[in-house]
Nanobody, 119 residues
């Protein structure tokens, strides 16, 4: 069983920065990829950024140039550095991990962390 624990959310003024962390715990797994998603009230969950175990990254257009995803494989932790935050970035941010356990691939979700950007 893999567990994901997010931290780093909070309230920040527009133009400010936050760094989200997602630590994975468990045994007998390896990462294929990890990512951050977000869901604002009344909207569908959307992908924000993703990173493979090899370090390849992808970003949603609305965060390119502002957010950076990184991974510390030794700590099984993925980070999302969010700069130049806008009120429209307000959402619950969820960590996702695609892991391989034995011969199967599973997707795991964290519990979410609230990010609120005030104008």
């Amino acid at each position: 069983q893999v567990q994901l624990v997010e931290s780093g959310g909070g309230l920040v003024q527009a133009g400010g920065s936050l760094r989200l962390s997602c630590a994975a715990s468990g045994s007998g797994f390896s990462f294929n990829a990890m990512g951050w998603y977000r869901q604002a009230p009344g909207k569908q969950r959307e992908v924000v950024a993703a990173i493979t175990s090899g370090g390849s990254t992808n970003y949603a257009d609305f965060v390119k140039g502002r957010f950076t995803i990184s991974i510390d494989n030794a700590k099984n932790t993925v980070y999302l550095q969010m700069n130049s935050l806008k009120p429209e970035d307000t959402a619950v941010y969820y960590c996702n991990a695609v892991v391989r356990q034995a011969v199967r691939v599973y997707s795991h979700w964290g519990q979410g962390t609230q990010v609120t950007v005030s104008s």
